[in-house]
Structure formats: structure tokens, C-alpha cells
């Protein structure tokens, strides 16, 4: 026997915002912090509370693209 709701029942996620799927975590891993958003940022911020490994994982990627950056120019110099 199946009983009727009268009233409609919330909805459990936002269709506006994405998922956060195994590839747009990476990808928000690997966007430069100047180049996020306020909403990739707070993604971000969330996972960082949840585990403090996942908050390392942030803190890590950011200093390695860091490091990639400031060597950018110095491969190009050499690669000519």
C-alpha cells in the first residue's frame, strides 16, 4: 500500500551547482588560487575541513604549481 504525499518534497541537491565528480575536484587542484572563483575556492575550503590529508593535498598542489610557475621562464630560455 503506498501512502500519498499531499505536499511536493524538497529537493536533496542544487541543480545549479555542479557535482563534485573525481575529475573537477582534480581540476579545481590544479587551477592556479589566483585563477579560481569564489565558489571553487569554497569547494575547496569544504573538502579542507572534512580531513586534514585532503587540506595537506590543497596546501602541496598549490606550492608544486607554485614551483612550476616560477620555472616556466627558465625552461622556455633554455628550450631556444
Known sequence: MRVRVSTPLAKVIDPQTQPLTPRRAAYLLVLRSENRGSEETAVLEKLSRQ?????????????????????????KILGC
Open 51 to 75: 580531513d586534514p590529508d585532503l587540506t595537506l593535498l590543497i596546501d602541496l598542489t598549490d606550492e608544486f604549481l607554485q614551483l612550476l610557475s616560477l620555472q616556466q621562464p627558465r625552461i
